[in-house]
């Protein structure tokens, strides 16, 4: 304990502190406005995981799991203490992880700045004040980006660094600002620990349950829809984000959320909207010319403008964030190749196969360089965070499908959603209409799928529906939307071949029907 601190301040206080510091400002709609400096996304090529006989015959060590010595971690928590202890004033916040009581982590957090502690009130889970006493942490973080690593003693790429020490319980983060990697620390650890100790399968997912109780998950990486389609106003959201499965229910790991706000208005995304209140905190974002109103259409800074804000800044939500085993799991991906069919029903080892792939594309103009669609895969749809071998998690997956639901018959359906292009690449062909994607989620969570027949795409092996309530049947089999089928069997095989050029690094650890189930050539 450091007699310098500020233990567990109101969010009040917290944004209080930072106007009184210069750090930050009120934007029009209450919500705190801060710079995070020189950082303003994670630097993945600077984590580091403490290697030592906790780690080292368990992470899957590589360009995204980099070993660091002890002795070097140990030199750069030494060079934490001895500035938080310097310093008039540090802030620090109890908080815990995983709304399954069965699987709490209680964290303490220690940051250099007040809006680092405000972020860590939004996006953890809240004690009561009668619990803040008796609060023994299970992890430490530390996060001061005034203390940066000297690369030639410390061992670290460049000056900034964030390191998880899975023995000492310990998270440091120094060099960068960047409040996202506090949040991705936890969830790293938790990557770790809920799959070896605890048979829980965590997940970078968000999820919601309906009038029924029926819990559905929505995986996909960054542009495939997953907040948009998650955030329905006739279900309530357990969380945007972070999840672990376990043997009783699925369970947010977090308190709060942390959204894109770019180009965010109140049409397309009024529950987010409508989030960005006082106890927001926003991130990078630029103003009118009143210096107060945001511009979410300013990049000016960063494309990766964000908001943090405790989840109960929406309406409609699971207030114990919980839900029982789910029914329907959608793997959103935005392929703008034109090549996967809108939706399709997957098997336990397609699953299997496709979680491992985690495949969404880029679209041209959407990054400097990017001149035509580009395949992108991360393994489990979070391969940045991601401590053991993605195998590892898809053999959980694949055991918790098999088990089955609570409700409903007992089945688990696994559906792959694509929300990007038809009857042509992009270029030629269309996105496909939201309208469209919201009315096929729809009949599958109403089970109207399950009574349709089905036919199998040639190449990808997908069990592609007939018919679908109020989407026309000329969509559903992507072939169909080519003017050119030829053409489209040669990019379908391109797209096939980079699904099996990706897959072969993960071949030896992964088993002959997860290998069957991708496409084939």
Not at 93 to 111: E, K
Not at 282 to 292: K, P, Q, R, T, Y
Not at 293 to 302: K, M, R
């Amino acid at each position: 304990m450091y007699k310098n601190q500020k233990h567990n301040l109101f969010p009040a206080k917290l944004i209080e502190e930072t106007i009184a510091k210069g750090q930050g400002q009120l934007s029009s709609s209450g919500a705190l406005s801060i710079k995070t400096g020189k950082f303003t996304g994670r630097s993945p090529k600077d984590r580091f995981i403490v290697e030592d006989s906790t780690t080292k015959n368990l992470v899957d060590w590589g360009p995204i799991n980099q070993p660091i010595a002890q002795k070097n971690y140990a030199a750069l928590f030494k060079l934490i203490k001895e500035y938080a202890a310097a310093q008039e004033e540090i802030y620090v916040r109890d908080v815990y992880a995983c709304a399954n009581p069965n699987y709490r982590l209680n964290v303490r957090v220690y940051t250099e700045f007040p809006w680092q502690n405000l972020f860590v009130y939004n996006m953890f889970l809240r004690l009561k004040e009668r619990e803040l006493a008796a609060f023994t942490p299970d992890w430490e973080v530390y996060s001061f980006p005034s203390v940066k690593a000297d690369p030639a003693i410390h061992g670290t790429r460049q000056d900034n660094f964030s390191i998880i020490n899975f023995s000492e319980k310990t998270i440091i983060i120094g060099g960068s600002a960047y409040t996202g990697e506090i949040k991705k620390g936890i969830f790293s650890a938790l990557n770790f620990i809920l799959p070896t100790e605890r048979n829980v399968l965590p997940m970078h997912c968000s999820a919601n349950v309906g009038t029924k109780g029926d819990t559905t998950l929505f995986f996909g990486l960054s542009g495939t829809g997953k907040t948009t389609l998650s955030n329905d106003p006739e279900r309530r959201l357990i969380g945007d984000d972070e999840h672990g499965w376990s043997k009783e229910s699925v369970f947010n790991f977090e308190g709060g959320c942390y959204a894109k706000t770019i180009d965010l208005s109140a049409t397309k995304e009024p529950q987010i909207f409508k989030a960005i209140k006082f106890g927001a905190l926003l991130e990078n974002v630029g103003f009118e010319a009143d210096g107060c109103t945001v511009n979410y259409e300013d990049t000016s800074i960063t494309q990766n403008t964000r908001v943090s804000y405790p989840i109960y800044h929406i309406d409609n939500i699971m207030y114990n964030s919980r839900g029982d085993l789910p029914e329907n799991i959608f793997f959103l991906t935005c392929d703008a190749f034109g090549v996967l069919p809108p939706i399709s029903k997957l098997t336990t080892e397609q699953a299997m196969y496709h979680f491992i792939s985690g495949y969404t594309a880029k679209i041209a103009g959407t990054e400097e360089g990017v001149t035509e669609p580009e395949a992108t895969f991360s393994a489990c749809f979070g391969a940045p965070f991601l401590p053991l071998h993605p195998t590892t998690y898809a053999d959980l997956l694949g055991k918790k499908i098999r088990k089955g639901s609570q409700t409903g018959d007992g089945k688990i359906n696994v559906w792959l959603v694509n929300t990007g292009w038809t009857g042509g690449s992009f270029g030629e062909g269309n996105r496909i209409e939201l309208s469209y994607t919201r009315a096929m989620i729809k009949a599958a969570l109403g089970g109207n799928l399950n009574k349709v027949e089905y036919h199998t795409h040639p190449i990808f092996k997908l069990s592609m529906p007939k018919t679908c309530p109020d989407v026309p049947n000329a969509i559903l089999n992507p072939r169909d939307t080519w003017r050119n089928e030829a053409e489209y069997d040669k990019v379908a095989s391109n797209l096939a071949n980079l699904f099996i050029n990706n897959f072969e690094k993960y071949a030896e650890k992964a088993s002959k029907e997860i290998m069957d189930a991708g496409p084939s050539v």
